[in-house]
């Protein structure tokens, strides 16, 4: 076996799992909001939308499959977090957003004059119908869909770049922006890599397995050299795509899809843009496809409920919540994803270092599932009172409230796991 280029083919397939519409609308947009604080922001940006989603394929040479993954601080609980994982990047946000892109920068580019609502629901309908067409008959067009436009997307983006990086676009404002590195980490949690990247795991080492790859060692140099290279080029789009949003800053703030077609249309000119709208919306169907059947699968294992007639019903809820835009999804999913985030990256850390006190697992999850829990209501519902009290602590205002926390219940965890197993040792001697 030829490990490099294994490892080069291990990277592009991961980079194309990871690259999809959400990962070409959120860079400019941040760009745009934060104007000449861009570069700050995308480092945060990149820990959470290109760091953490790789550590999060990683874990999985230790970890091996999905079941397991929190699996240390109970069955109940890994399957409950299991299961919101697939929500979330399944019906609830992760695909009525592909049917959302598909109609704002595939659709309405081409039809403006038409009325949205009508367009929106025909849209959609056509979408989700198509996709539930595919994941039944498990057609293999998506396979080809990805191979072709991955390659055209990525060479009009590289030509986006190159003109808007080259050309008289603008320069960023000043927009007085604080906080600037959390709002840009917490922007990362837009693109959901980190959250798939857990499913993406599984995918990647049963593919390592199947080829006869089984040790640990071997697994993490595939996975640490194909992850290298899935980052450049996934650190290279968004750094490209934030700057030329902060280039165009001056203009105010845009819909979400909008900031990426406002850099095609001022770079491409309008049969670019138009171009570009159709080439994502078609990638977005790749996407849905993937998801629909990965999520139906999952709750075909937990319901008697079958495998296809969990797709038409996640079809179905997709179509709905998609007519609703991008914008309302992106509000919508802002308070689970900051629940979610903080608990993902926990596991993932602890899994990546081989952490197998159980007292440790619970008390760095649970710690900070309350603390993030508490914050998010307190902002949802603008209840002052814990707010305030969340406030005092440190790093709380910079939108780290869990970090400290978790910590010391880590802490306390390492120091009373020892003495915990010597108790019940003792226990049981005496019996």
């Given at each position: ?16 799992m ?7 609308i959120?860079?400019?947009t ?5 104007g ?20 999060g394929v ?14 240390k601080i109970?069955?109940?609980f ?14 609830l946000?992760?695909i ?13 580019p081409?039809f403006p ?15 989700f119908?198509?996709t539930?067409?595919?994941v ?53 949690y837009?693109?959901?890599?980190a959250?798939a ?23 993490r140099?595939?996975?640490s050299?194909s ?40 770079t491409?000119?309008?049969?670019g843009k ?6 994502v919306a ?19 294992r937990f ?10 019903i ?52 649970y710690?900070t599932?309350?603390?993030?829990s ?12 814990i707010?305030?009290?969340?406030s ?7 939108g780290?409230?869990?970090i400290l926390?978790?910590?010391i219940?880590m802490i ?8 915990r197993?010597?108790a019940?040792i ?6």
């Amino acid at each position: 076996m030829n490990k490099k280029k294994e490892v080069l083919v291990l990277g592009f397939a991961l980079f194309a799992m990871f690259f999809g519409a959400g990962n070409l609308i959120f860079p400019p947009t941040v760009g745009i909001e934060m104007g000449k604080d861009w570069f700050l922001a995308g480092i945060g940006f990149l820990l959470t939308g290109v760091g953490l989603p790789l550590l999060g394929v990683l874990a999985f040479t230790k970890v091996g499959k999905l079941e397991d993954f929190s699996i240390k601080i109970s069955s109940r609980f890994n399957t409950l977090y299991c299961t919101a994982l697939i929500f979330v990047i399944g019906p609830l946000f992760a695909i009525p957003r592909t049917g959302a892109t598909t109609f704002e920068m595939g659709v309405l580019p081409s039809f403006p004059n038409v009325n949205h609502l009508t367009l929106s629901i025909i849209t959609a309908v056509l979408f989700f119908g198509l996709t539930l067409v595919l994941v039944i008959k498990e057609s293999k067009i998506t396979d080809i869909i990805g191979k072709f436009l991955t390659p055209i997307i990525l060479i009009i983006l590289a030509t986006i770049s190159i003109l808007g990086i080259t050309g008289d676009i603008g320069t960023p404002v000043d927009k007085s922006i604080t906080s600037v590195f959390s709002k840009g980490f917490v922007s990362g949690y837009q693109t959901m890599d980190a959250l798939a990247s857990v499913i993406f795991g599984v995918i990647i080492v049963k593919g390592l397995e199947g080829k006869g790859i089984t040790d640990e060692r071997e697994q993490r140099f595939f996975l640490s050299g194909s992850g290298l290279i899935a980052a450049i080029g996934l650190g290279l789009i968004y750094f490209s795509l934030m700057f030329l949003g902060a280039r165009v800053s001056g203009v105010g703030s845009l819909p979400t899809t909008s900031a990426a077609l406002y850099l095609a249309d001022i770079t491409l000119g309008s049969a670019g843009k138009i171009a570009f709208g159709i080439c994502v919306a078609t990638a977005c169907l790749t996407t849905s496809v993937g998801l629909v059947a990965i999520s139906s699968d999952w709750f075909s294992r937990f319901t008697p409920i079958p495998y296809k007639v969990w797709a038409v019903i996640i079809c179905i809820f997709s179509s709905v919540i998609a007519v609703n835009g991008v914008d309302f999804i992106v509000k919508l999913s802002v308070p689970v994803l900051c629940i979610l985030y903080p608990v993902t990256i926990i596991l993932i850390l602890l899994n990546i270092f081989g952490i197998n006190h159980v007292l440790v697992y619970r008390l760095a999850t649970y710690t900070t599932l309350v603390v993030i829990s508490l914050e998010v209501v307190a902002n949802t519902f603008k209840i002052t009172g814990i707010s305030k009290a969340l406030s005092y602590i440190p790093l709380a205002e910079q939108g780290f409230v869990w970090i400290l926390p978790c910590v010391i219940s880590m802490i306390i965890g390492f120091i009373a796991a020892p003495i915990r197993k010597s108790a019940k040792i003792k226990a049981k001697a005496e019996k």
